[in-house]
């Protein structure tokens, strides 16, 4: 990468930038200061300039104006004075006489305006007047009425800062600029700019730090947050711990998610392996027992043929059964399950399935029954899919309950508001190593009759995200020769 392009030679020339446009608009906004307040102090200075050159001169005697004193007063002005110009002016403001060598006056006319203010003594200084001299430029002045305020036939108007004062002052002020100012303004902008520069570059530094850490998680395969170390215990944390902080979670969950995709990964791998053995097998013996009808059709008597479709029929049903929890499981995963809340008393639910396992419990001499003291409770949730959990359970208690051993379901309420629903059996148990692995799909007890029943080890993974996608909670409680407990929570209604 150019080191124009990166993030501190942009900041660089971005505070050269400012620093250009701050000492642009200081100097301007100095100077234009500086003339304001010398304007000020010279008008305020010079008030009565105007006033005390008539009575000095005796430019008014006996209530009248002395034309020759007033010329004269202007040719000693011009020789002893130069910094300021002094103008006769008639009430409209029009010139009359003047102090300025001939030809340099460009004016006929000034304000009156102007002059009536100063006059009145309300206006704020500084108070500028037309420049006879130009016809675009106005200055500072004192000007008092002739021959007096009471019976004005004219004024005498005074311009404080004439062409020639103006001339030196801006040779002084460029080279007092030049001098004195400039170096001043430049070694602060310098410093200013080293300093800007140094803490950029600590900011800067501690970004690319943290682009490294970005890096190195990339590079280990999103598999190791452990090199983002969250440190809390600075005080005065900024924008950048901030940012530290929050890529470090940002880095944990990403590597969480990325081991279970990978997790994912393998179980999906697992799933094809078990979905093709699983498939592989009713399909298999199915194409057997028909492939001998077909080859030995003569040969066989009827109840051969019939004990063979039979077993043909019985393996496509469990080829269908399986078919159809693989695609319920699919779509329970994908969310594409549209929940239905309603309020229903969960008690005539259980009676329900219960009847519908009563023949299948009475062929294997198991005894089903609800508890005595089951309580008659409401819940909300979706009723289809809460059969769907019972029938699960009371079908996967039946296959590891032997015959003679009973199984019972309970409901309760708990002090969370909500109902416990719980199949209890009395079949073999489940192994503590295995408690966690039930609910995952395609695992099978360790029962050997589960091979062959047709079930593929996705009725209890099933359950499990219908409980999920009520938000609620499934848990198993078993040991070894002593039975199994799986219960549910459902929020009460």
Not at 269 to 275: F, G, Q, Y
């Amino acid at each position: 990468m150019s080191w124009t392009r990166t993030l501190y030679a942009r900041l660089a020339i971005g505070l050269i930038v400012i620093l250009l446009s701050v000492g642009a608009i200081y100097t301007v906004s100095v100077v234009y200061l500086a003339r304001q307040w010398q304007q000020t102090a010279t008008q305020d200075l010079n008030r009565n300039l105007a006033r005390n050159l008539v009575a000095d001169k005796r430019i008014v005697s006996d209530g009248k104006i002395d034309i020759d004193a007033m010329k004269k007063t202007f040719m000693d002005y011009m020789t002893i004075n130069p910094s300021i110009e002094i103008y006769y002016l008639d009430l409209d403001g029009k010139i009359l006489s003047y102090s300025a060598e001939p030809g340099k006056v460009k004016r006929e006319h000034v304000a009156i305006e102007p002059i009536r203010q100063f006059l009145s003594g309300t206006a704020m200084l500084p108070l500028l007047g037309d420049d006879p001299r130009a016809h675009d430029r106005q200055k500072t002045f004192s000007v008092t009425p002739l021959p007096d305020a009471d019976n004005p036939e004219g004024y005498l108007y005074v311009v404080l800062r004439g062409e020639d004062l103006n001339a030196a002052e801006q040779a002084q002020t460029l080279q007092f600029v030049l001098a004195v100012a400039t170096p001043g303004l430049i070694g602060s902008l310098l410093l200013g700019f080293i300093i800007g520069l140094l803490i950029f570059r600590h900011l800067s530094l501690r970004l690319r730090a943290l682009a490294t850490r970005v890096s190195a998680f990339a590079d280990s395969g999103y598999q190791q947050p452990a090199t983002l170390i969250e440190n809390d215990s600075r005080p005065n944390r900024d924008e950048i711990d901030e940012l530290e902080k929050e890529f470090a979670q940002m880095s944990r969950h990403i590597a969480s998610q990325w081991s279970a995709l990978k997790q994912q990964d393998k179980l999906r791998r697992e799933m094809i392996a078990s979905i093709s053995h699983d498939l592989r097998t009713p399909l298999a013996s199915a194409r057997g027992y028909l492939e001998t009808i077909a080859l030995k059709k003569d040969s066989l008597d009827e109840a051969d043929k019939a004990r063979y479709l039979d077993i043909a029929i019985k393996q496509t049903n469990r080829l269908q059964t399986l078919i159809d929890q693989l695609f319920e499981l699919v779509k329970l995963e994908a969310r594409d399950t549209e929940l239905h809340f309603e309020n229903f008393p969960v008690l005539e639910l259980v009676y329900d399935v219960v009847g519908k396992f009563s023949l299948k419990a009475q062929q294997k001499n198991v005894n089903l029954a609800i508890d005595r003291d089951a309580s008659d409770s409401h819940v909300v949730a979706d009723i289809g899919l809460i059969e769907r959990v019972l029938d699960n359970l009371i079908d996967n208690a039946l296959e590891h309950t032997p015959e003679g051993h009973a199984i019972w379901i309970e409901v309760h309420e708990n002090h969370n508001k909500q109902v416990v629903i719980s199949v209890n059996d009395e079949g073999e148990g489940i192994p503590k190593n295995q408690q966690q692995l039930i609910f995952e799909r395609f695992h099978r007890a360790n029962n050997p009759q589960r091979s062959s029943s047709g079930h593929a080890g996705l009725g209890l993974a099933i359950v499990k995200k219908i409980i999920e996608l009520h938000q609620q909670n499934i848990e198993v409680e078993s040991q070894p020769g002593m039975g199994a407990r799986f219960s549910f929570t459902l929020p009460a209604g």
